[in-house]
Structure formats: structure tokens, C-alpha cells
């Protein structure tokens, strides 16, 4: 807990402790040396004085990159910078309360570190929202106006103080323009793929793990760019390598049967009915970059083998004669003949009518994709919770319906 009663919990996990920097670490006030790729800068400061900084972007691992690099550069000149840093609630904190934390005086230490999450997504949204005000005292933005004022002031603010603004996406948002001309802003929107595949060399290099060219851009084409599964998914190679060179089959073999079984988690969820889990694992994929298509085409082939292996079964065929049809592997073989034998023909063809309307509602351009595979996802479960005695063709009369 830092010395004024604030908790760095929540931040402190996700971008650990403040390293100590070695004597030629870059100094605080230099942002341009401790941006990555794939950021865009703001224009010039209204001020000029003040250490402010403004991190915010949809990719949250570059915004807390950026904030431990800054953490960095002030343990390299301050290393009771943990004892003074305070982490603030946004959502929750007055303009009062955050000017107190910029003023406090750091205890026995040169700097002071004040970060606070979430503020501009609240204040800003906070104005979209609400009514027409009637009074010029009643816009939510006005304080905030006066305290960025008074946090570049040098007169107000101490020179020992770096504030750092952390957010996410932030789009048009109303309390951008006011933070921004005070901060050194930066946008964290991702990375473009040669950007990428350098990360994932540089991030194997801080782990002694040895790459060839073509295992990294493997790598970054299976993952996309999610970083914190990217750092997952070299832990687990260097493990498995043991030292020696990851090539692109390695990668292929350790990372693809990952992302296969993360698939079957969303398949298997849905063919047992268990909603709240299918939706779960659909939301995780979908964060990772994988297409609506290609998890709409997963959970077809699905319920494909789980008809062909009960017809199959039904016929008396051998383990062995339906092995290719699960992909040659003994536990999908299990998984799916167990979805056979729980599952009438009347469920699979419900199934089928269900994913063939959600297929149609895309093309037909009554839904889009994202859409379309959720209200297919619903719909599957609950064919699962009902024995699959839901009137083949029923949900695609209420979704044309709902729709027109």
C-alpha cells in the first residue's frame, strides 16, 4: 500500500513492481525514448514544466508497457519511488482528492509518482450521458477543467510530482481536449505485422528463447497481437525447447494445438448447453482477434461430427474407421462420441436449421457476423437444455421477425 493510503493492486499486477533502472537509464522526462512502436504521439504542450503523461489506447499491454517504462526511469533516479507512488480509482475520485495526491510532498525520497485509472472513460462519458444542463454550474467537465489548470501550474503542483492518466479507448471522448494539451499524450492502437513479428523476436531475446525468422512470423500469425498470450506461448516453447532452436514447425505443433483446444472449449460448451461458459470462451476468442466466421464454421463442423460419428455408430463402425473423421485424434474421438450418444437426431437437425439461419442473417444483411453468432450461440445452448424438442425452423422466424 503506498505511504498515503491509496492500493496499487489492481496496476501493480498487471505491470509488476517498479524495476530498478540501471545509471543509464532514460530520464522521466523524455517520453519519445521510452515510446514503442505502434503509439502516436499528441502535438506540443500547452505547458511545458510539468511531468504529466496521458497514456490511453485500445491495447492495453502497450498502455501498461508504457507505464512501467515510466515507473523505470524514476526508479533509476529515486529508488524509494515504490514508497511514494499512489494508484487512484477514477471512476470514484474528486477534483479535490486528486489535486491533494499531486501536492503531497514525497517522504524522504526526490520524486513522487501519482497514477490514476479510468478518468477520462468516466468524466467524459459522464457528459455524453446526461441531460441538457441547465445552469453553467452544472457541467460535470468544469472541475476537471479548473484541476488540469492546476495540475500544470508549477506554482500549485510540485516539480517532485509525475501524474500519469492510464485509459483505454478513448475515442471522441470529452474530456480528451483538456487533458491532452497538458499531457505528453501517447495512443496505443496496436501494432502493424513487421512491428509485431519484431516484438515477438525481441520478447524470445529477453528469454534466451532462439527463434528462426519464419517461427516468429508463425508465431505472431497464429496469436495476432495479443501480447500477454504471445509472452504465454514463449514461456511454454522455451520450456519445450529446452535450449534448442524453435522452428516454425515447433510453433506449429506447441501454439496451434493451444489454439484448437481453446475452439473446443467454445464447441464443447455449446453442445453441453452450458450458455454462460459458451459465452465466455465466444468472448476470449473474439478479444484475441479470431473472426465470427471462423468460430461459426468451428461449431458447424461440431455438430458435423457429432452427426457422422452417430451415424457411424449406429452402423457398427470401428474406432478406427472413425478416427479421420475427428481429426485422427483418440480424445475428440471420445468427446464427440459421448455429444453423439447424449444427442437425438431431432437436436442435430434443430442445430443445423439454427447455424443455417444464422448463415443466412448474415448474408441477407439482417445481422452482422459478431451478432449472428451469439443469438446462434443462444439459441444452440438452449436446444441443449430442452432435449432439442425446439420446432426445427423456429429460430429463424424469430430472428427474421425481430429483425423486420
Not at 239 to 252: I, L, P
Request: charged content about 25%; overall charge negative; hydrophobic content about 50%.
Amino acid at each position: 500500500m503506498a505511504e498515503d493510503g491509496s492500493d496499487p493492486v489492481t496496476l501493480e499486477r498487471a505491470c509488476g513492481p517498479p524495476p530498478v533502472a540501471s545509471e543509464a537509464a532514460a530520464p522521466a522526462e523524455a517520453p519519445n525514448a521510452l515510446r514503442p512502436a505502434g503509439i502516436v504521439l499528441a502535438p506540443p504542450l500547452l505547458y511545458t514544466v510539468r511531468v504529466i503523461h496521458l497514456l490511453h489506447g485500445k491495447h492495453r499491454y502497450l498502455v501498461l508497457r508504457a507505464l512501467r517504462d515510466i515507473r523505470t526511469a524514476l526508479a533509476g533516479e529515486d529508488d524509494m519511488i515504490a514508497t511514494n507512488t499512489s494508484v487512484l480509482d477514477g471512476s470514484s475520485i474528486t477534483p479535490a482528492e486528486l489535486l491533494a495526491h499531486a501536492q503531497a510532498v514525497p517522504f524522504l525520497a526526490n520524486s513522487r509518482l501519482v497514477i490514476v485509472e479510468g478518468l477520462l472513460a468516466a468524466i467524459g462519458g459522464a457528459r455524453r450521458g446526461r441531460r441538457p444542463r441547465k445552469a453553467a454550474g452544472d457541467d460535470p467537465i468544469a472541475p476537471w477543467q479548473a484541476l488540469a489548470d492546476q495540475l500544470a501550474d508549477p506554482a500549485v503542483v510540485p516539480p517532485t510530482t509525475t501524474v500519469v492518466f492510464v485509459e483505454g479507448a478513448l475515442g471522441a471522448n470529452a474530456a480528451l481536449p483538456i487533458f491532452r494539451r497538458i499531457a505528453r499524450t501517447a495512443q496505443f492502437d496496436g501494432l502493424a505485422p513487421a512491428e509485431l513479428q519484431s516484438w515477438v523476436e525481441g520478447a524470445a531475446d529477453a528469454r534466451d528463447v532462439r527463434l528462426t525468422p519464419r517461427a516468429a512470423q508463425e508465431l505472431a500469425g497464429l496469436i495476432g497481437d495479443d501480447l500477454w498470450a504471445i509472452e504465454n506461448e514463449l514461456d511454454k516453447l522455451a520450456a519445450f525447447a529446452a535450449g534448442a532452436t524453435v522452428d516454425e514447425a515447433m510453433v506449429a505443433r506447441i501454439v496451434s494445438s493451444a489454439q484448437e483446444a481453446r475452439l473446443w472449449d467454445l464447441t464443447d460448451a455449446i453442445v453441453a448447453g452450458n450458455e454462460r461458459r459458451a459465452l465466455m470462451s465466444m468472448d476470449a476468442l473474439l478479444d484475441d482477434g479470431q473472426a465470427p466466421q471462423l468460430l461459426l464454421f468451428m461449431i458447424v463442423r461440431e455438430y458435423r461430427q457429432i452427426a457422422v460419428i452417430k451415424d457411424m455408430r449406429a452402423r457398427g463402425a470401428t474406432r478406427a474407421e472413425m478416427l479421420p473423421e475427428v481429426s485422427k485424434s483418440e480424445g475428440r474421438l471420445r468427446a464427440v462420441s459421448a455429444a453423439a450418444a447424449r444427442s437425438g437426431w431431432p437436436r442435430i437437425r434443430a442445430a443445423y436449421d439454427v447455424l443455417l439461419a444464422a448463415d443466412l442473417g448474415v448474408k441477407r444483411g439482417l445481422r452482422d457476423d459478431e451478432a449472428s453468432l451469439q443469438l446462434a450461440v443462444h439459441e444452440l445452448c438452449a436446444l441443449a437444455g430442452n432435449g432439442g424438442a425446439a420446432e426445427p425452423g423456429a429460430y429463424a422466424r424469430r430472428a427474421g421477425s425481430s429483425s423486420g
